[in-house]
């Protein structure tokens, strides 16, 4: 939603968004495993380094395997549109005509986002055997970016209709927080483990909008629009895995300080 007071020499808007959760998930059964789309092989690995160098180490699953991916973000910002009178060119009916608004302003956002990971082994047929186990890794991250921004409003102005754009670019920080889970990694015996970071970066956004608005009359207006919302510095559950096997600690995946896009 967006909400602003007009004064003279400019107008100050707030406007507060938020996102569905978006869910996306992936899962295989033994029936999968078994099938021709994993040729030659029934297993899905996760492969690891060894002491932070290539080697051959992780998990195998032969029974089931998922994978479950959350994301959700929601933010509010406040922005002062300054007032140009200065028309670039007349409409051919006498009024409007495209203006530019320079604004700055400040922004809140949140992303949250989590991962996680399930799967099945069991091997009867070695000595000794393997019986069924379940193998767990949870990551999660929460990103908190505290951004200052200047844009510029492009309208073109008809007494119909309001056709506008708006790039806005910030430059601020991202407070982020996360953490990662597993439990018997590598194999049944292996106990529950967790770590966790916590950090704050420079971390620069971009975005731009496009909005037409039809005035109906001079009570109500109908508005469509589209947003692209980019932010860089971001913590993300996918990346902040360290996928290591460590000779010397018994923590197989740790939490890691790895950044990426949203």
Do not use: C
Not at 112 to 134: C, H, R, S, Y
Not at 205 to 220: D, I, K, P
């Amino acid at each position: 939603g967006t909400f602003g007071i007009d004064f003279e020499n400019g107008t100050i808007e707030a406007i507060f968004f938020g996102t569905q959760s978006d869910v996306s998930s992936v899962s295989y059964g033994q029936a999968d495993l078994l099938g021709p789309n994993f040729g030659q092989t029934d297993l899905i690995s996760i492969n690891t380094l060894v002491d932070g160098q290539v080697g051959i180490a992780g998990r195998n699953f032969n029974e089931k395997f998922a994978v479950n991916y959350r994301s959700q973000a929601w933010g509010a910002e406040s922005n002062y549109v300054v007032n140009t009178d200065r028309l670039f060119f007349k409409t051919i009916y006498g009024a409007g005509g495209f203006q530019m608004r320079p604004l700055f302003g400040f922004r809140y956002l949140k992303i949250a986002e989590d991962m996680n990971i399930t799967g099945d082994f069991e091997e009867l047929n070695t000595t000794p055997a393997v019986p069924l186990f379940t193998t767990t890794i949870e990551s999660s991250t929460n990103n908190k970016l505290y951004v200052p921004q200047a844009g510029i409003r492009m309208e073109f102005v008809h007494p119909w209709f309001t056709i506008s754009a708006e790039p806005k670019v910030g430059f601020g920080v991202n407070h982020y927080k996360g953490s990662v889970l597993t439990d018997q990694f590598f194999g049944p015996t292996d106990p529950t483990h967790l770590t966790q970071i916590s950090q704050t970066r420079f971390s620069p956004t971009f975005e731009f909008g496009v909005n037409a608005r039809f005035h109906l009359n001079q009570w109500f207006t109908f508005n469509v629009g589209y947003n692209f919302l980019w932010a860089n510095q971001i913590a993300r559950p996918g990346t902040i895995v360290y996928y290591n096997s460590s000779t010397v600690s018994n923590v197989s995946l740790q939490a890691q300080d790895s950044l990426d896009s949203y």
